[in-house]
């Protein structure tokens, strides 16, 4: 009898999600196969407008910036966790580490800087340096934006894996290093996944910061190439809508890769206390 | 000499990181807290002179401003806290085994993936009167079905929390469930031969080993909230009147609409501080937690 | 890793192997993390000192610059022009020998900015024809601009800092006219006074040079750009349903706001399923437009000649409280009136769903192919008794970088693009409309658009927005509190209170009841 409550239960709890997250992205890709008269309207579209999804692919405006990101994020994402990692490990586990809890704050009072407030200086900053519109300099930028998030998030994942067996390692012999390389990363793969994913995303979302430092198609990412889709006097919201889904999908391809390690996890592997 | 590398081997770790996060991070951190003392002509960077607090009077002077500031607070708490319930909802479903999780887990995350200008534009739409959500709301017998949503202040300011809810979640989502996947399944074993509910292994196993990616998702979720302008403008622009107006929108006006850099600056360090106030005693504990246990 | 090798790594440690490598790499590892870190020290150290150099630099650039022009005013034009160029280089100006900037056929590159919105790519059409066939030494690079609110911020911010330092690498700007007063009165743009004169000024929309007309403050006038894409407020309407099917005319003065608001009361009970009016009143720049509007044609005025400001004055509150009664009172807007946006208010009237749209000159674009093609007409904007009707004014025009390394050339080529037939090209090729009044009468333009005769009664009666430098922030302070009035969070009186108090305030001016 429990279990049948507890099925009943969890297939209403996947129902809301599914409508509560999916329904505004449901929404967006009913927007862009809509004719551009009907994008306001809340009925069915009149007619499923999938050449669109071509025109959107194919148009010249969009694919660079597309290809700008994937640029950008791939670049990004491994040098923040390759920057990362030591730190996070040395805040986590370095008892030795006498400025451990000043560092540690230091690192969360700059994740907390609202970009905001920071983006106009950056321009400044860049545009001294000549990196200004130049992938580099979006990659230097975000690279410094989310290392702190990184190192945050990874020093947690790094402390829950257990001390034997660091102790074990430590004991044999090892170097700090290796440690790190061959055992702690290891372990703590799903953590990393998670950092990996949510940097990636993150990075792949920014739009305020992208746009004050990138101006033309030699820099631009995908958040800001979705809205280059001006019709002929107006924003095309149904191809807007084309490229924002266009623009989601290598997320979603990526998130659903590393959901494997995520949800193994650590699992039978740990032996807490 | 083994000591002294001992104690700077940490500081090596860490200097990759300090190394960029002071270049893109901390100067220019510094720079605006110096330019938020001076007057600068508005559209350049041109500076005209000091005036020392003359630009934190003119800004806390704004009624706009006070209204953001009290938004700021009420976004905080009842985004924030609420998002991070959702997320531990929806990650302890996701935490199940059943099939199709994986895909669930990847819609919440394409969700959130969405470029926050498209997906503010599309709770616009679906918000507008006539639109889906007042007409579904006419049905229900909520409000007429030209209920403008987006033009009653309060309601506005709801639409917010809840479009904020939708968009960050997902972030909170993937930590908790990060965290959750550390919890040993043997503890969840033996809990179920000892017969526990679902409740009672909930609350007694899985949420005191996550506390620490509870706070950790708070504070995270928070931040991001209270930094976002891009989806509150899509959405409402800081309207109607400027009763959505956040901290945030109201900093990204001043600076990037106005082009005023002297009292953008001066905004964007009461943002930070307000940042750093409010989010002051969840910081304390990550890390008393964090450093506690050794 | 699995259960059973987290039990062998227990249980055995980790393979010796390991070890060997480690305690050497170790050693290298130590030197060459300390080498790693002495350099990248050095490195920080020289970015720093280099950008602490860097924010004095372009001050100094600036000062240099117009020191050089005030002692050489009595030099001729084109000299001056050649000596500021030089004046990085030579800082002591000698009789200088006029020179062509441009011998040619040197090849010579000009950027310009352009709006990213190109009906029909008719824009880039001439520029490559100028390229091809008018100077084929110049090549012409296109910096496009983004679109739409914030971003057209961006896009300002872009232009001024180019202006300011002045740097070479944007030759040609593409301001809009709100802009007029912070680039003429900071020197951002080039003086044109001297090739563009009052003769040649009258031929262009009365209303676009004014927004471009400025006192420096040596109390020289001067023009800082010559207008070129054209954009006014109209009120368009269903020429079917008003005038042939209730028989209405619009008449030639246009009516005044209370005949108006009267009539649509009426259309709204003929006609159910249609809105009245649709008119974008969200809170964006297009609020202050409407303001602007229903402001001049009540003879208000923003401020007076010495910056007081007069916002908070009866003319005011009665513009405002109209636009109040518009919404809240008559209830002739369209439902998204106060959060929509300026498309939405669009597509209700070229989809047949509106009778009556405030909106600028590109409605007739749109409309072609649309349900209300052949349809629609445009008439004035109402206005208050005893004042006229009174259309606000948008568009582009184009300044030259005083940083500009060649600039005869840019001249050159701002004066084909803004020239009779250039501009008429570009109109009969579906491009904007242009800023000459003159090709509004020309019979060719007329066949093609027909409605060029409404455009015409609508320049001559143009208002611009205040013309200040600073507007940028008086019209964000603007549209808050405008839109929180029309929102019924303050009243009407105390709205502009608040904002003339604002404004005063930000100014260092007084508020001003006459």
Request: aromatic share 12%.
């Amino acid at each position: 009898m429990r279990i049948g409550l507890y099925n009943i239960l969890l297939f209403i709890a996947v129902v809301f999600i599914v409508i509560f997250y999916f329904g505004p992205f449901f929404w967006t890709i009913l927007i862009s196969l809509k004719p551009e008269e009907e994008v306001y309207s809340i009925g069915l579209p009149s007619k499923f407008m999938f050449d669109r999804y071509y025109k959107v692919l194919l148009s010249d405006r969009f694919i660079p910036t597309f290809l700008n990101s994937f640029k950008i994020a791939f670049a990004t994402t491994p040098l923040i966790v390759l920057i990362a990692s030591p730190a996070a490990y040395a805040i986590a586990r370095f008892k030795e580490f006498r400025g451990r809890t000043g560092v540690f704050i230091l690192f969360l009072v700059l994740m907390l800087l609202p970009h905001v407030a920071i983006a106009g200086y950056i321009y400044n900053m860049l545009t001294g340096l000549g990196l200004y519109d130049t992938i580099p300099g979006v990659v230097l930028t975000y690279t410094g934006l989310f290392t702190p998030f990184a190192i945050w998030t990874l020093s947690s994942y790094f402390r829950s894996v257990p001390k034997e067996i660091e102790e074990a390692a430590f004991m044999d012999g090892a170097s700090r290093l290796s440690i790190l390389t061959r055992v702690i990363l290891p372990i703590s793969l799903p953590g990393i996944a998670v950092t990996t994913i949510l940097c990636f995303i993150l990075i792949w979302s920014e739009f305020l910061v992208a746009f004050t430092i990138t101006l033309t198609y030699n820099a631009r990412p995908v958040t800001i190439g979705t809205l280059l889709f001006v019709g002929l006097y107006e924003l095309q919201w149904s191809e807007v809508a084309t490229a924002a889904i266009i623009a989601t999908i290598p997320v979603l391809v990526i998130a659903f890769l590393t959901s494997k390690y995520i949800i193994r996890g650590l699992i039978a592997a740990v032996i807490r206390g | 000499m083994r000591k002294l590398y001992s104690i700077l081997t940490p500081f090596f770790y860490c200097l990759p990181a300090f190394i960029i996060t002071f270049f893109i991070l901390l100067v220019p951190l510094l720079n605006t807290l110096y330019r938020s003392f001076l007057k600068i002509r508005i559209g350049s960077t041109e500076i005209l002179g000091f005036i020392g607090l003359g630009n934190y009077i003119n800004i806390i002077d704004d009624t706009a401003f006070r209204v953001s500031f009290l938004n700021s607070l009420i976004l905080g708490f009842a985004g924030a806290l609420p998002a991070v319930l959702v997320a531990l909802f929806v990650a302890s479903v996701c935490n199940q085994q059943f099939r199709g999780n994986r895909i669930i887990l990847s819609l919440i995350v394409a969700a959130w993936a969405i470029p926050p200008i498209v997906a503010g534009r599309v709770w616009k739409i679906l918000l507008l009167p006539n639109g889906l959500v007042s007409t579904v709301g006419s049905y229900l017998g909520l409000c007429q079905r030209s209920y403008s949503i987006l033009g009653d202040p309060s309601v506005a300011l709801i639409s917010v929390i809840i479009a904020s809810i939708w968009k960050f979640s997902p972030f909170a989502t993937l930590i908790l469930l990060g965290g959750m996947r550390t919890v040993p399944p043997e503890l969840y074993e033996a809990a179920k031969i000892d017969g526990a509910t679902f409740y009672k292994t909930f609350r007694y196993i899985t949420l005191p080993l996550i506390a620490r990616y509870f706070n950790i998702a708070v504070l995270f979720v928070s931040m991001y909230i209270a930094a976002t302008v891009d989806l509150v403008y899509a959405l409402t622009g800081g309207g109607p009147g400027y009763a959505t107006e956040i901290l945030a929108s109201y900093t990204y006006k001043v600076y990037f609409l106005q082009q005023d850099f002297g009292r953008g600056s001066a905004t964007s360090i009461i943002l930070i501080l307000w940042a750093l106030i409010s989010m002051g005693p969840l910081i304390y504990f990550i890390s008393k937690q964090m450093f506690g246990r050794e | 890793m699995n259960k059973k090798d987290m039990e062998d790594i227990k249980k055995k440690g980790l393979p010796p192997v390991m070890f060997k490598k480690v305690s050497r790499r170790q050693a290298l590892g130590t030197a060459g993390k300390v080498t790693i870190a002495a350099v990248v020290a050095g490195v920080v150290g020289a970015i720093g000192g280099y950008l602490v150099g860097l924010t004095a630099a372009p001050a100094k650039t600036v000062t240099e610059t117009k020191t050089v022009t005030a002692a050489a005013a009595t030099v001729t034009q084109t000299v001056t022009q050649t000596v500021t160029k030089t004046v990085t280089a030579s800082p002591t100006p000698t009789t200088v020998i006029p020179t062509p900037t441009v011998t040619p056929p040197t090849k010579i590159k000009l950027v310009m900015t352009q709006h990213p919105v190109d009906p029909n790519q008719m824009y880039a059409k001439m520029a490559k024809k100028y390229s091809t066939e008018i100077k084929p030494y110049v090549e012409i690079e296109i910096a496009w601009g983004p679109t739409g609110g914030g971003a057209v911020a961006e896009y300002y911010r872009i232009q001024v800092e180019a202006g300011r330092a002045r740097s070479p690498t944007l030759d040609i700007f593409n301001l809009d006219v709100i802009w007029g007063a912070a680039f003429n009165d900071n020197d951002w743009c080039l003086d044109l006074s001297d090739r563009f004169p009052p003769e040649e000024q009258a031929k262009f929309i009365p209303a676009m040079i004014e927004s471009w007309t400025w006192i420096d403050k040596k109390g020289h006038k001067r023009i800082g750009a010559v207008p070129w894409m054209a954009d006014i407020g109209g009120m368009w309407y269903r020429k079917d349903i008003v005038e042939e099917k209730e028989g209405i005319k619009p008449p030639a003065n246009g009516w005044t706001w209370e005949e108006f608001f009267g009539i649509c009361v009426e259309l709204k009970e003929k006609y159910p399923d249609m809105y009245p009016l649709a008119i974008d009143n969200a809170k964006s720049e297009q609020l202050i437009c409407n303001f602007q509007e229903f402001l001049a044609s009540n003879g208000g005025e923003w401020f007076d000649e010495e910056w007081n400001v007069l916002i908070a004055d009866t003319p005011a509150i009665e513009a405002l409280q109209a636009m109040y009664d518009m919404i809240h009172k008559h209830k002739i807007c369209h439902p998204e009136t106060l959060t929509g946006d300026l498309e939405i208010a669009r597509k209700h009237f070229t989809e047949g769903r509106a009778i009556f749209h405030r909106n600028w000159c590109y409605v007739w674009g749109v409309a072609l192919g649309s349900p209300v093609e052949g349809k629609i007409w445009e008439t004035l904007i109402p206005h208050f008794p005893g004042h006229e009707s009174k259309s606000c004014v948008g568009g582009w025009s184009w300044a030259i970088n005083p940083g500009c390394r060649y600039i005869d050339e840019a001249w050159e080529l701002i004066k084909w693009f803004t020239s009779y037939d250039t501009m008429k090209e570009l109109m009969l090729g579906g491009s904007w409309l242009h800023a000459r009044i003159d090709l509004y009468k020309d019979p060719d333009i007329i066949k093609a658009i027909p409605i060029a005769p409404a455009y015409y009664e609508l320049y001559k009666r143009g208002t611009i927005r205040p013309k200040h430098p600073e507007y940028m922030t008086i019209s964000d302070f603007a549209q808050t509190e405008l839109h929180a009035a029309l929102s019924n969070m303050k009243s009407v009186e105390q709205a502009l209170n608040d904002l003339a108090k604002r404004i005063a305030d930000f100014l260092g001016t007084k508020v001003v009841k006459r």
